[in-house]
């Protein structure tokens, strides 16, 4: 048993590690098939000015496949991001059919074009630095997000924040 939950452990970091590849490629069908039908999204993060949660996005799959189609259309900064995640922890049910996970996280992004006189063209800059709080689903071997809350620790987010982090 021991075995099986260190391979279904590995399975589940592996997941995550895809989807932080397949967005930066902005392959967003590939993203969109490592998660389940019943798919919700959400970014988050804490206001202490009005001491509440802030959502930023959140939607269904369903939601979130338009939302990736109309991306191309959008007006945009469409300078990279480069996430790099660490998994934290997975924890994987007694009937090992649903699992969760915590992964810290920080997104970089390339600037094409010098936005003011502080930031060139081809500077690399901090983005974005939060957590990813995640939930699967387990079938066998096939292991699908069922939930996905980006949890900011930035709240100043600038243009290109309606991609998907």
Known sequence: MAANGADTTERIKEVIYKTCIHQDDMNWNAWLDLCDDDYKYMIRAYSPEI?????????????????TEMLPKHNTDNSPLKRHCTVYSVDVSEDGKSASAVSSF??????LDGINSHVDAGESRLFLVGRYNDK????????????????LDTRRLD???????
């Open 51 to 67: 001491q509440a949660d802030m959502t930023y996005l959140g939607g269904s799959r369903e939601h979130m496949q338009s939302l």
């Open 106 to 111: 920080v997104v970089y992004q390339t600037m």
């Open 136 to 151: 699967f689903s387990i079938d066998g071997d096939s292991v699908k997000f069922t939930e996905r809350e980006v949890r």
């Open 159 to 165: 243009k290109g924040s309606h991609w998907p982090i």
